[in-house]
């Protein structure tokens, strides 16, 4: 078997493949830096509970529409993730709840929501779907999908980068100065959403969120300065699923789990070798004169 | 560097209906040099919160002398800033003149040369590439001060800036402070460490919820307001009335 035929032929032989490629690279383009700012702003989990948020308006799309349509159900995922992130921020600013508490409230109601609507009408095989996600059923409307949220994430992170840091940094500071604080953190969970609606059609609802923490985690793993972390989380959440789907294809797993496993290993390996990774605790290096 | 004084009017703060900071009337002169002291609760914090527009009085006005909150250099105690977030010093500095650049503007050539400045101006000349990361407490707060500097606000409002600081970094960043009133500035900071206000701060804010004196230092840090003060503090009743205090008399 040569390099060609285990790296290149699969995409040259299927169309479904190379449509799969490009979705999923595409994917990791965008989600890996979003997840470096949610981890940062210690919201990992609120990316989480967002992923399962965006399962109701999905269904519901599924619902009204009556197979898997993707525009009717992105659409109805943006309207339920927009919607639980809103009432989470309205109810943190209203109540003693703090923001992450309100949110696993929201979500874990919008879960359960969500499989009820499927189970209503569809089969266990399109709660697979949703809840799993068809990386290789990706067609080119998908990809236009995908394609326009990557870029209008990386032109929207590029534009507000400045507010996005500052926020994150230190929010009372940003208040100070009135720099509308609460405007950049809406215009951040908004690109969440966007990425795990686009995320969703490819890995599910479950697993799309695995495209931003885990390249976030192993950014973190390997830079010290942020836009270097962008740069490795694009690239290692990009190059997990090229991996990710040639091992599917060879060893005929299922493709969405096998991207974010690849992603995965490649966060082990960064957690021994990384240089703030563990080994590095236990080599001991003379230290520095000063 | 003159305008008006920032003047409280009866001014009561609550956390639950419980006053923090209970009819407070008076007025920071501008460029006045003014210490809050007082003890632990005392509704210092409070006090520097409400000034800056972060809670509302329950009751009574804060008239800031036709200055908005934004015009305000402000240095919280706790502030809710990542130190492990990965920006660079000079970054973090910058962020001082966001009055001028905003959230989109070009940082110029000027901007980046008074960061440097400022930077020096703290004794962390050659900082600038270096991750906020790597600092201890000491420089990260001198860093604060340079971002201070770059904002070149009017009125400074400093909330306990050497807790937890050793005595050099103390002493530079003191000098800091001197040396804003010496501009013009209005500087308002809480301390708790009297014999710093002694040394230092020519008018004292004592309270103890209410207000115990203000006035000049030596007068307000009397034996006896300090001893009013402390039996003030800590008197906490949770049964309490509602206040049936008539506006405008104070303690």
């Not at chain 1, 990710?244 to 991207?259: C, D, E, K, Q």
């Not at chain 2, 002493?171 to 500035?185: S, Y």
């Amino acid at each position: 078997m040569t390099l060609h035929s285990l790296l290149i032929e699969p995409f040259v032989d299927y169309g479904f493949m190379r449509r799969a490629l490009v979705a999923s690279v595409a994917l990791g383009l965008g989600s890996g830096p979003v997840g470096v700012l949610l981890m940062l702003r210690r919201m990992s989990l609120v990316g989480d509970a967002m992923s399962h948020a965006v399962l109701p308006g999905a269904a519901l799309g599924f619902l009204i529409v009556g197979n898997l349509s993707l525009l009717a159900m992105g659409l109805g995922g943006l309207i339920a993730g927009l919607s639980v992130a809103l009432l989470s921020g309205l109810v943190s600013r209203a109540t003693d709840l703090k923001e992450d508490a309100s949110f696993a409230s929201f979500y874990l109601t919008s879960l359960a929501l969500g499989v009820l609507i499927v189970s209503l009408r569809g089969s266990n095989i399109d709660l697979l779907h949703i809840l799993f996600g068809t990386i290789l059923a990706i067609d080119s409307q998908a990809i236009v999908l995908v394609g326009g949220i990557t870029t209008f994430t990386l032109l929207a992170l590029a534009l507000v980068y400045r507010p996005l840091v500052a926020e994150c940094f230190d929010p009372g500071f940003l208040r100070a100065v009135g720099g509308r604080g609460p405007l950049y953190h809406f215009l951040f969970l908004l690109l969440v959403v966007i990425n795990l609606v686009a995320g969703f059609q490819a890995l599910g609802t479950l697993m799309a969120v695995g495209m931003m923490m885990l390249p976030a985690a192993i950014a973190q793993l390997w830079a010290r300065t942020l836009p270097m972390m962008f740069v490795v989380a694009a690239s290692s959440a990009a190059a997990a699923g090229f991996l990710g789907l040639l091992v599917s294809y060879h060893l005929s797993f299922a493709s969405g789990p096998t991207i974010i496993l690849t992603a995965s290993l490649i966060y082990g390996v960064s957690l021994l070798v990384g240089p703030s990774g563990a080994l590095r605790r236990f080599i001991k290096r003379p230290h520095l004169a000063g | 560097m003159s305008g008006s004084p920032i003047r409280f009017d009866d001014v009561t703060v609550a956390y639950d209906r419980h006053p923090a900071v209970h009819h407070l009337s008076g007025a920071f002169a501008p460029g006045s040099m003014t210490a809050v002291a007082g003890p632990n609760g005392a509704g210092k914090s409070t006090l520097l919160k409400a000034l800056m527009g972060e809670l509302s009085p329950a009751k009574g006005s804060i008239d800031r002398g036709g200055l908005s909150s934004r015009d305000i250099g402000y240095l919280p105690q706790a502030a809710e800033i990542d130190r492990n977030f990965p920006l660079t010093v000079a970054d973090t500095v910058m962020l001082g003149a966001w009055r001028q650049v905003g959230a989109f503007g070009g940082i110029t050539g000027t901007i980046a040369g008074r960061a440097r400045e400022a930077l020096s101006a703290v004794g962390l000349e050659g900082f600038e590439a270096r991750s906020i990361r790597a600092l201890s407490a000491g420089q990260f707060q001198r860093v604060l001060f340079a971002r201070l500097l770059l904002q070149d606000a009017r009125v400074i409002v400093l909330d306990e800036p050497f807790t937890a600081i050793d005595a050099r970094t103390t002493a530079d960043l003191l000098d800091l402070v001197v040396r804003w009133h010496g501009e013009g500035r209005t500087v308002i900071t809480v301390l708790h460490d009297f014999e710093q206000v002694r040394a230092h701060f020519p008018q004292t804010l004592l309270l103890a919820r209410e207000m115990i004196d203000w006035g000049p230092t030596e007068k307000a840090l009397s034996p006896s307001n300090l001893l009013r003060a402390r039996a003030m503090a800590e008197a906490w009743d949770s049964d309490a009335q509602v206040c049936r205090r008539a506006s405008g008399s104070s303690a």
